[in-house]
């Protein structure tokens, strides 16, 4: 079974910059993809962006798409995302996931496994 344990996050200013980690153990190499989802106060949780495992394809979110990338570390079975230009918007918890068989990336209900999650905060 994999498991994965979130880094970074925390609060920052309009148009700041932040990077979040997130670490596979156990079982990794029965990942497909990895994902990173958020979930505002009274929002649904929102698919932000996804990887499969291999590196390629990258799929993002339309709110996010040109100002955050995902990236992933084989080596460190870890996966990143980096966000740019951050707006109050993007305040949320964030959360990733794992995909252990192949389906839709955007789904949050085709992936098995999530971290503990991480809050975001920008500040206007």
């Known amino acids: 079974q994999v498991q994965l344990v979130q880094s970074g996050g925390g609060l920052v200013h309009t148009g700041d910059s932040l990077r979040l980690s997130c670490a596979a153990s156990?079982?990794?190499?029965?990942?497909?993809?990895m994902g990173w989802f958020r979930q505002a106060p009274g929002k649904e949780r929102e698919f932000v962006a996804a990887?499969?495992?291999?590196?390629?394809?990258?799929f993002y979110g339309d709110s996010v798409q040109g100002r955050f990338t995902i990236s992933r570390d084989i080596a460190e079975n870890t996966v990143y995302l980096r966000m740019n230009s951050l707006i109050p918007e993007d305040t949320a918890v964030y959360y990733c996931?794992?995909?252990?068989?192949?389906?839709?990336?955007?789904?949050?209900?085709?992936?098995?496994?999530w971290g503990q999650g991480t809050q975001v905060t920008v500040s206007s």
């Open positions: 156990g079982r990794a190499f029965s990942t497909v993809a």
């Open positions: 990887i499969r495992w291999s590196g390629f394809p990258t």
């Open positions: 996931a794992a995909q252990t068989t192949v389906a839709s990336m955007s789904d949050p209900t085709s992936y098995a496994i």
